[in-house]
């Protein structure tokens, strides 16, 4: 990362909290993180209304998750380099695999600093290029919100939003790109629809960063 470039990032972040980076990681650390993802098996107790499954990995106490492949420790100290990471550490991570066509993740806030989010499905399994972006509202939770709260209840969020006048801000969907922004920012998927066949699944890993003197559990 060169020097100019921190620069531009370090100022767009002092404006907005939100920054998106195109070509992020090299593409063969991205065919690595995508193919895990394609054939790792998930919980199949899992059951969400949006119609996505995931699978968390990191190295913290809390969770006791540890890397499965050897990209994503590789990945997580690589975007320590970004300036918007001075002065934190990797908590946890997660992919997310959404079926072909689904309303994805909704409206949510998470208990970190920062989230990172980088797609690894390549631009050509897109059907429909008007979704499968991101939406990051300008609002953030309310400092005395639970996490259930702001994370579980989007019915109580979506008022919120509403009572706020709270600004979508649109992220298009691409290949290998980051979206970073303060955890506390809701956000959303812009909804899910990609051409049918497996492999072509909307796919997205979020890393996500914390103060690092304090711990995770400091973050729930």
Known sequence: MSDTFKKEIAQIWAKNELVVIDDILPLNVIDSMRYWALTTEYD?????????????FGNNQKTNKKFPIPELKWVSEYLLK???????????????????????????????????NIWVTPNHCVKDKGKNGLIVWDTKHPEDWTWDQYNRQPEEI????????????????????????????????????????HHQKRINFTFMYIDKNKNDEDYT
């Open 82 to 116: 970004l300036p918007i990471c001075k002065n934190l550490k990797f908590s946890r991570g997660w992919f997310f695999i959404h079926q072909n066509e689904c309303r994805g993740v909704g409206p949510h806030a998470d208990p970190a600093s920062i989230n990172i």
């Open 44 to 56: 199949p107790e899992q059951k969400y209304a949006g119609g996505y499954r995931t699978v968390d």
């Open 158 to 197: 979506t008022e919120l939003l509403q009572q706020e006048g709270a600004k979508e801000r649109r992220i298009d969907y691409k290949y290998n790109r980051a979206t970073c922004f303060n955890s506390a920012f809701f956000h959303s998927t812009d909804h899910v629809s990609m051409l049918p066949q």
